[in-house]
């Protein structure tokens, strides 16, 4: 579908990237106690949560997104992530098979 949105030029709002508090628990659950890989620090990363939600904003089709929180800490967090490089094609792709082999 994003394909599709991108083409169309149809404005794509991410909310909850993160799949609410539950999907969020699996998300975050996946990667605890996991280092971040070392190319994330060339984009500025210095978390999971700013990993994924700079995968998120640097997708093409997606115009913008909602990261909902409950916490300051978290706020904070996400906020980070709208600072320094933006992942591009390459980059995204090498997060997508980090999360691929994952949840292998």
């Known amino acids: 579908m994003l ?3 991108a083409q169309k030029g149809i404005a794509v709002i ?3 990237p993160f799949g609410g508090r539950r999907a969020a628990a699996s998300v975050f659950g996946q990667v605890a106690g996991k280092p971040l890989p070392d190319w994330a620090a060339a984009i500025q990363v210095s978390s999971w949560s ?3 939600l700079k995968f998120v ?3 093409p089709a997606i115009t913008c997104t909602v990261a ?3 916490t ?4 904070e967090d ?10 591009d094609a390459p980059m995204r792709q090498k997060m997508a098979a980090l ?3 994952l949840k292998s």
Do not use: E, R, Y
């Open 99 to 101: 999360w691929d082999g």
């Open 78 to 87: 996400n906020l980070a992530a709208a600072h320094g490089t933006l992942p």
């Open 14 to 16: 991410a909310n909850s």
């Open 50 to 52: 700013q990993l994924f």
């Open 68 to 70: 909902g929180t409950t």
């Open 57 to 59: 904003v640097s997708h």
């Open 72 to 75: 300051i800490g978290h706020l």
């Open 3 to 5: 394909p599709l949105a």
